[in-house]
């Protein structure tokens, strides 16, 4: 079995491999490719394509990018490896516990793994990879519970409207959020009047300050 591993902390990575081997007779021998950062984990997958696949990938959110190709975090580097490798079972780390960032995470890469570092053990990675080779989808219980929270705000789960607000929280203007979308600002503007009535506030600044307190963003 080969199992690709990629977390910005090396003693991370060792914790992960060293608790995966202890189970080898259950991997059939695997092999370990480790990364610290995009750049090291899109070099392994290069080398590797044309010659095997990986059957598992565990990569951390947060991580050091890559500029050729520009691969910023491990949300885009999970993204890059189901389309060059699509048979491989993804487990996403994770140490945000934001709705938003959980959900999307979920939504965009569809991971068979989906866990949050406060939920994980040094035995928890071996039982979390047994379950995904095994075929089921595993989500740690602050990640399900994120989810939960989220799907009650049948508005924030729609895919515009999430973006709508992940772009606010990043200083755009609604005025010039139309540059980053694949909407139009009149569209942009009636999904606007819809969130603000929502949630019961009448400009950006109190959007923001509601979907904080939330916890959406």
């Known amino acids: 079995m080969?199992?690709?591993?990629?977390?910005?902390?090396p003693m991370t990575v060792d914790g992960y491999v060293?608790?995966?081997?202890?189970a080898s007779t259950k991997f059939s021998l695997p092999f370990f490719s480790r990364a610290f950062s995009c750049a090291d984990a899109y070099s392994f997958i290069k080398k590797a394509q044309g010659n095997f696949t990986y059957d598992v990938a565990i990569i951390d959110l947060d991580?050091?990018?890559?500029?050729?190709?520009?691969?910023?975090?491990?949300?885009?580097?999970?993204?890059?490896?189901?389309?060059?490798?699509?048979?491989?079972?993804?487990?996403?780390?994770?140490?945000?516990t934001e709705f938003i960032t959980v959900y999307d995470l979920w939504k965009t890469i569809m991971p068979e793994g989906l866990v949050i570092?406060?939920?994980?053990?040094?035995?928890?990675i071996l039982k979390i990879v047994e379950v995904v080779v095994a075929g089921e989808i595993h989500k740690s219980p602050i990640a399900a519970s994120c989810i939960r929270e989220i799907w009650k705000k049948d508005l924030i789960v729609e895919d515009y409207n999430r973006?709508?607000?992940?772009?606010?929280?990043?200083?755009?203007?609604?005025?010039?959020?139309?540059?980053?979308?694949?909407?139009?600002?009149?569209?942009?503007?009636?999904?606007?009047?819809?969130?603000?009535?929502?949630?019961?506030?009448?400009?950006?600044?109190?959007?923001?300050?509601?979907?904080?307190?939330?916890?959406?963003?």
């Not at 060293?18 to 202890?22: W, Y």
């Not at 570092?117 to 928890?124: A, I, R, S």
């Open 2 to 9: 080969n199992i690709l591993v990629v977390d910005d902390h």
């Open 18 to 22: 060293l608790a995966l081997s202890k």
């Open 63 to 96: 991580l050091p990018s890559c500029i050729d190709p520009p691969i910023v975090s491990g949300k885009e580097l999970a993204l890059l490896l189901r389309k060059l490798m699509p048979t491989t079972k993804i487990i996403m780390i994770t140490a945000h």
């Open 117 to 124: 570092k406060n939920d994980l053990t040094p035995e928890g």
């Open 163 to 217: 973006q709508i607000i992940q772009y606010l929280s990043l200083g755009i203007r609604v005025k010039d959020l139309h540059e980053h979308m694949s909407i139009s600002q009149g569209a942009i503007q009636k999904r606007m009047a819809k969130i603000n009535s929502v949630f019961e506030v009448t400009d950006k600044e109190g959007l923001l300050r509601e979907v904080k307190r939330l916890g959406f963003i």
